[in-house]
């Protein structure tokens, strides 16, 4: 038989085991289900069957049928040795005479099967209870007597199940109700039955006088040394052929987005810095001038700890600079915010509401000029959770400390820095911190509205006074899931923190 070209091309990429079961299944009026196959002997496993009739499927030449169908099973095997509660019941009450007290049944029956008993035979109406004075008497009915010598149902179908599982559909559902109520005595198994069916594509391939030999799938040095591999039937592979796509491994997004960051400040010159999430007040507030009574420090905004309440300050030297500062200016010029600075409230302990403590920290361990510094911190604000907000988020921090910085250096890092993440167009505007004159803040439109993605700002006197900085500082805090929010165009910061596996396979590595 000559074979249409269009079945040629697929017989040159068919599998060993392709073939196998074309030829298995043809030679059984083109259908056979996976147990007729193994029992055939052609296949050992059904595994070995599915992948290959899966891949026949995809090419047309077969197709895979799926039947469910649920069994009874019988779980107590020893019920039919021991007999129903109710049967052992009428036996021991027939043995009496035919009349016997509750309590001497109670007694014959351990186990509390007797409570058992007592209520099949009265749903069975195999016995009534009889009061005589002060006792009740079991008392076997005209049915109960004849139940003596007969087999009710339900023991004949548990007798079956003891034989083998029975077919829903052919159990009598009244009865299959019945015995699910007595705990672990039946159970239910699903069976499913796969068969396999060709086409005419199959049939036509099958009848073509297919050879069945094995095929080399993998080249090997033994092959080649042997030289098996000149008279060897190699595989073909058909490149455009359906297959699985299977996701390479990737970091989560925020751990590649932080590593990119890391990446651009370390190849501009910048050294990493951090600091401790627990902070006093004193490091995250008031060495930044902010004064003591600002919103920020209000319950609502800031986490405070129950323990440690406090944290004390050794440096008593910075302690009297800062509450200068505050009250007065100190040696700054400046009048300070007036009033009595507390130490008590400077000592707080809370957790630090913007990494801008790791800064400051920083320039007291380095005030010399040149120096650049970032970090990628977590910080903590008493925020209600939304689309755009969360407790617990990631700010990118930085500063530069030279002799020539200016406000115009700031702007131009700061669109460098987006410049370099993919967004060319931001948005500048005035905006007031405590601890910076001038002050920005940058934002992006994103969904709609305009995002903002952090502040910026040059460090004023008062901050950088108490430890001998002259030169100017600049210093930034960016909002780092937003800028995920934005490279991404997700619209709920939520989800940046979902482990959804099918995301992650999905997500565009970069």
């Given amino acids: 038989m000559v074979i249409p070209m269009v079945s040629a091309e697929i017989l040159e990429g068919l599998s060993y085991n392709e073939k196998k079961l074309l030829l298995a299944v043809n030679a059984r009026n083109g259908s056979a289900s996976l147990a007729?196959?193994?029992?055939?002997?052609?296949?050992?496993?059904?595994?070995?069957?599915?992948?290959?009739?899966?891949?026949?499927?995809?090419?047309?030449?077969?197709?895979?049928?799926?039947?469910?169908?649920?069994?009874?099973?019988?779980?107590?095997?020893?019920?039919?040795?021991?007999?129903?509660?109710?049967?052992?019941?009428?036996?021991?009450?027939?043995?009496?005479?035919?009349?016997?007290?509750?309590?001497?049944?109670?007694?014959?029956?351990?186990?509390?099967?007797?409570?058992?008993?007592?209520?099949?035979?009265?749903?069975?109406?195999?016995?009534?209870?009889?009061?005589?004075?002060?006792?009740?008497?079991?008392?076997?009915?005209?049915k109960g007597k004849a139940t003596l010598g007969t087999e009710m149902p339900d023991e004949a179908f548990l007798k079956k199940l003891a034989e083998s599982p029975v077919s829903e559909k052919d159990a009598d559902k009244a009865l299959v109700k019945d015995l699910k109520g007595r705990k672990g005595m039946i159970g239910e198994k699903i069976v499913t039955t796969r068969s396999i069916a060709l086409t005419d594509l199959g049939k036509e391939i099958a009848a073509?006088?297919?050879?069945?030999?094995?095929?080399?799938?993998?080249?090997?040095?033994?092959?080649?040394?042997?030289?098996?591999?000149?008279?060897?039937?190699?595989?073909?592979y058909d490149i455009q052929t359906f297959a699985p796509m299977l996701p390479p491994a990737k970091k989560h997004p925020l751990s590649r987005l932080g590593a990119q960051i890391r990446r651009m400040f370390t190849d501009m010159g910048f050294t990493e810095m951090s600091s401790e999430y627990v902070q006093p007040a004193f490091w995250n507030m008031d060495v930044l001038y902010t004064p003591q009574d600002h919103p920020a420090r209000d319950l609502q905004d800031t986490f405070y700890l129950e323990r440690p309440s406090a944290i004390h300050i050794d440096d008593e030297e910075l302690v009297q600079k800062i509450k200068d500062i505050h009250e007065n200016g100190g040696n700054t010029g400046s009048t300070g915010w007036g009033?009595?600075?507390?130490?008590?409230?400077?000592?707080?302990?809370?957790?630090?509401?913007?990494?801008?403590?790791?800064?400051?920290r920083y320039i007291v361990a380095h005030p010399d000029a040149p120096q650049k510094a970032f970090s990628i911190s977590r910080i903590f604000r008493n925020e209600s959770i939304d689309s755009t907000h969360l407790p617990e988020f990631t700010q990118i921090e930085g500063i530069v400390m030279d002799e020539k910085a200016d406000f115009n250096m700031l702007v131009s890092m700061i669109k460098e820095f987006y410049a370099r993440m993919g967004f060319d167009q931001i948005r500048i505007r005035p905006a007031y911190f405590p601890y910076t004159e001038p002050s920005l803040e940058i934002e992006v439109f994103f969904n709609g509205k305009?995002?903002?993605?952090?502040?910026?700002?040059?460090?004023?006197?008062?901050v950088l006074e108490p430890f001998g900085v002259k030169c100017?500082?600049?210093?930034?805090?960016?909002?780092?899931?937003?800028?995920?929010?934005?490279?991404?165009?997700?619209?709920?910061?939520?989800?940046?923190?979902?482990?959804?596996?099918?995301?992650?396979?999905?997500?565009?590595?970069?």
């Avoid at 094995?214 to 092959?223: F, H, S």
């Avoid at 903002?452 to 006197?461: I, N, V």
Wanted: proline fraction near 2%; include cysteine; glycine fraction near 10%.
């Fill in 208 to 236: 073509s006088g297919l050879e069945l030999k094995p095929q080399i799938t993998e080249i090997t040095d033994r092959l080649i040394q042997s030289g098996e591999w000149k008279d060897a039937e190699f595989r073909k």
């Fill in 450 to 462: 305009w995002m903002e993605l952090g502040g910026a700002g040059m460090f004023r006197p008062e």
């Fill in 36 to 142: 007729e196959l193994i029992d055939g002997g052609e296949f050992s496993l059904e595994v070995e069957i599915m992948g290959a009739a899966s891949w026949l499927e995809s090419k047309d030449m077969a197709k895979i049928h799926e039947s469910v169908e649920k069994f009874i099973t019988l779980e107590d095997d020893g019920i039919i040795a021991t007999g129903l509660p109710e049967r052992v019941a009428i036996t021991v009450i027939d043995a009496a005479g035919g009349r016997l007290d509750l309590d001497e049944l109670a007694q014959r029956m351990s186990g509390g099967m007797d409570k058992i008993a007592v209520g099949w035979l009265k749903r069975k109406g195999l016995a009534d209870i009889v009061p005589e004075g002060d006792r009740k008497v079991l008392v076997l009915t005209d």
């Fill in 472 to 510: 100017p500082v600049l210093a930034w805090g960016f909002g780092f899931e937003r800028l995920a929010m934005l490279k991404w165009n997700i619209k709920d910061i939520r989800d940046l923190y979902i482990s959804d596996i099918d995301t992650l396979k999905n997500n565009t590595v970069f």
């Fill in 339 to 360: 009033g009595e600075w507390s130490r008590e409230k400077a000592e707080s302990a809370l957790l630090r509401t913007h990494s801008t403590c790791s800064s400051i």
